[in-house]
Structures are given as C-alpha cells and as structure tokens.
C-alpha cells in the first residue's frame, strides 16, 4: 500500500499522519514537518500547537482524505499559502491568492527599515506601491496609527484581496488606489514610499520551479534585466517625496550595488543597503536631500 493510500483511508493518529505526510514532501521541501503541521491544522482548523498537544487523536476519515488532497497538490508544487488561503506577516494572518505575491519573511526587513525612520508619533503620508496582499501597507498602518497609508497596485484583483485583509484587521488610516506605482499618486507628496517590486531577471531559472510556478509573473520578473521597475520608481519618486523623504526598495540578494547606483544618479542621498535574516543584501534605501 502507497503511503498516498495509507493517508487517504487508514485510521492513524496525528503523530503517524505527520511523519508519513512529512516523508512525502522532504523531496519538495526543506521545512516539510511544518508544512505538513500547517496543513493538517488548516483541515482539522486547529492550531500547530494543539497537534503537539494532542499527537494521538485519529482525524476522521474525510479529514485525512481532505488533507491527502493538499498534501498532493504541495507534492507537485503548489504553495502553501495557496493551499491554505492565508499567510502570516508582521503580526497579521493574511488573505493570500493566486493574484497576489506570497508574502515572504524577508519584506518584513523592509517594514524594520520603514518604522525606524517613521516617528512614533508621525503623522506622515506614506506609500506602498505594488502592494499585492497589502502586507507592508497594513504593517505600517497599524504600527503608525497616525499616518495616512496609500497602497497602490495594477492589479484590480489584488487590491480586492488588499482590502478584504483591511478589512479583516480593522485598519482604518489606509486607502487603496488603482494604477501604475505612482501615477495614482499625480501631483501628491509623501514623506516616504516603500515597494517590493518585481525585480526577478525574466531568465532567472527560478521562475520555472517551486513556489514561483504558481505565483502571479507580473510581481516577479522585470525585464530586460530585472532592474526596469526599480529604475521607474527611483526616478518617479523624486517629484512625490518631500525635501527628507525616503525612498525603500526591497530587490535581489545580488542586485545591492546596481540599485545603489540608480539612487545614486537619481539624485538620492544617505544611500545604504541592508542585509535580510540569511545576510544577504535585500533593502536598499536613500533620501531626497533636504
């Protein structure tokens, strides 16, 4: 009997399924034991640490075949957020869909860098552009209550997922916009704007495997060279940022230097790039003079 079999229709505890579930995913996956966690406390709509707490109980029969079904669909690629509908961000459990980006753990580096440069009690404009889910856009919203957020994206689908999480979470100070990075934002200023844009070079080979498969291509590659949307925003920005503002780019781990050198020539300065949790380069930032 395949191990697919034994899940779908075996009596097993939690402990078992687990094991089992975690064997299968270990060629897609180098966290498969939480992803197996997190998919069996998706279908059984329990926490991660109930399982733990109680390893013996036997799920019922339509419950280990639910889960077999996405254990399935995560075998051949799919993301877990996907699967599940939802990620967790900051503080926040995020609606996520096939229209928008994953939030990942690095882009909360970006958040940090944000927050530092926002007073506590500041009640500045601030703008999200590409905001996808809304992850960075709700972050600083609820950590500055008293600053006005705009979330811009292109994608009309997106922003109904941006504002359902809005929703969700009772944020208030933040409103969303239809358009184009800045052209939302015509004749506006902002005293700092922050953006995870798609800087993927169109032949990374990374787009055609894992997680990335099944995520929108229009929040990842930026073609010729990866670099296209960053330069727009640098060069956009300058007319929206007040005399101090501050401009946050979150790009490729290699790509530090290249972007650095667009800010440069933009006219930014107190240019620096900051490392991710791995310590690789993943923010870069720099400041309109004053």
Not at 123 to 131: E, K
Not at 160 to 180: K, S, T, Y
Not at 190 to 198: D, E, G, K, R, V
Request: net charge negative; hydrophobic share 40%; proline share 7%.
């Amino acid at each position: 009997m395949s191990h697919g079999s034994q899940l779908a229709g075996a009596a097993m505890i939690i402990e078992t399924v687990l094991q089992q579930a975690s064997h299968k995913l270990a060629t897609v996956t180098e966290t498969s034991r939480l992803e197996a966690e997190i998919l069996l406390a998706h279908v059984l709509g329990k926490s991660r640490t109930w399982l733990r707490t109680w390893p013996e109980h036997v799920p019922s029969t339509g419950q280990q075949r639910r889960f077999h079904e996405l254990l399935a669909r995560r075998a051949a690629g799919e993301p877990v957020a996907h699967l599940t509908g939802e990620r967790d961000f900051w503080d926040m459990t995020l609606r996520v869909t096939p229209d928008t980006l994953i939030p990942r753990p690095e882009t909360e580096r970006l958040v940090e860098l944000a927050l530092e440069r926002i007073p506590q009690e500041a009640d500045w404009r601030i703008a999200d552009l590409g905001t996808g889910s809304g992850a960075i856009a709700l972050a600083l919203a609820r950590e500055r209550p008293a600053c006005h957020v705009i979330a811009t994206d292109l994608s009309a689908d997106a922003l109904r997922v941006a504002r359902g999480n809005a929703e969700n979470l009772g944020v208030g100070n933040l409103e969303f916009r239809h358009g184009p990075w800045l052209a939302p934002l015509a004749g506006e200023k902002l005293s700092l704007i922050a953006s995870n844009p798609p800087y993927v070079h169109p032949d990374d080979p990374h787009l055609t495997r894992g997680d990335l498969r099944f995520e929108p291509a229009s929040a990842l590659g930026s073609a010729p060279d990866g670099l296209r949307d960053i330069r727009e925003i640098a060069h956009a920005a300058r007319a929206h940022l007040m005399p101090g503002g501050w401009l946050l780019l979150e790009h490729g781990y290699d790509q530090g230097p290249a972007v650095r050198d667009i800010l440069a020539i933009q006219g930014y300065g107190e240019l620096a790039t900051h490392t991710d949790l791995s310590g690789h380069e993943r923010v870069t930032l720099g400041r309109r003079p004053a």
